[in-house]
Nanobody
Framework: QVQLVESGGGLVQPGGSLRLSCAASGTDGRSITNIYAMGWYRQAPGKQRELVAT???????NAADSVKGRFTLSRDNAKNTVYLEMNSLKPEDTALYYCNADVETFLHMTFMKDIYWGQGTQVTVSS
């Protein structure tokens, strides 16, 4: 009922920067009434998926210690979009980055709330 479209991944050298975007939209006639939280997780080969950063509808952010001071998450509520600015990238940041959103939608007088995931965008940090 909600589609998350990710963009911005790629190959970058250590110390470089990338910007990821994730836009949410309703499908099958459903409209988005609220996005309670939205953000990014990542999964490196052979490792579990881990939190990168999330932001609530009130603007409160939560980020992994490993990215604090280097990554910045922002949100455009009007566009249902989040942006992850990643600076000073390290090889250990290499992973598949997944957008995640906790979304309420509306259709035919019915509200639904669920958690959605994007398909993932690859970030590779290598010289």
């Amino acid at each position: 009922q909600v589609q998350l479209v990710e963009s911005g991944g790629g190959l970058v050298q250590p110390g470089g920067s990338l910007r990821l975007s994730c836009a949410a939209s309703g499908t099958d006639g459903r409209s988005i009434t609220n996005i309670y939280a939205m953000g990014w997780y990542r999964q490196a080969p052979g490792k579990q998926r881990e939190l990168v950063a999330t932001i609530t509808d009130s603007g409160m952010t939560n980020a992994a210690d490993s990215v604090k001071g280097r990554f910045t998450l922002s949100r455009d509520n009007a566009k249902n979009t989040v942006y992850l600015e990643m600076n000073s990238l390290k090889p250990e940041d290499t992973a598949l980055y997944y957008c995640n959103a906790d979304v309420e939608t509306f259709l035919h007088m019915t509200f639904m709330k669920d958690i959605y995931w994007g398909q993932g965008t690859q970030v590779t940090v290598s010289s």
